[in-house]
């Protein structure tokens, strides 16, 4: 039960609704990138993926200093029918931008 409310939850913010999203259109993406891409700054990013990991939609992999976050995979039918459900949505993603790859990532 309490994961099945941590993931409603984790759907009831429209930044984070964005991260799924973003994710799920770019595959696995570096923290750094993720910040950059959406504009956030870093606590801010942080606190929102933690709550998705939590809530199982996440998996992390740390690489050296960087962290890449992907959607789990498998997911249960419940996040899986949810992310099919955010596909819907008339959501502007924007441009994947590449910091960690042109040397130029901040954090």
């Known amino acids: 039960m309490e994961i099945f409310l941590k ?3 984790a759907l009831n913010d ?3 609704v964005l991260i799924l999203r973003f994710l799920e259109e770019n595959g ?3 923290v750094c990138d993720l910040q950059s891409s959406l504009e956030m700054i870093q606590s801010r990013l942080s606190r929102h993926l933690k709550i998705l990991k939590d809530a199982g939609f996440l998996r ?3 690489r050296g200093t960087w962290a890449y976050y992907a959607l789990r995979s498998p997911l249960d039918r419940f996040r899986t029918e949810a992310l ?3 596909k819907y949505l008339n959501i502007e993603l924007p441009k994947l931008k590449k910091p960690s790859q042109t040397g130029e990532c901040q954090i």
């Open 7 to 9: 993931s409603v939850a």
């Open 14 to 16: 429209e930044t984070r």
């Open 28 to 30: 696995e993406t570096c």
């Open 60 to 62: 992390v992999e740390r």
């Open 84 to 86: 099919q459900e955010i």
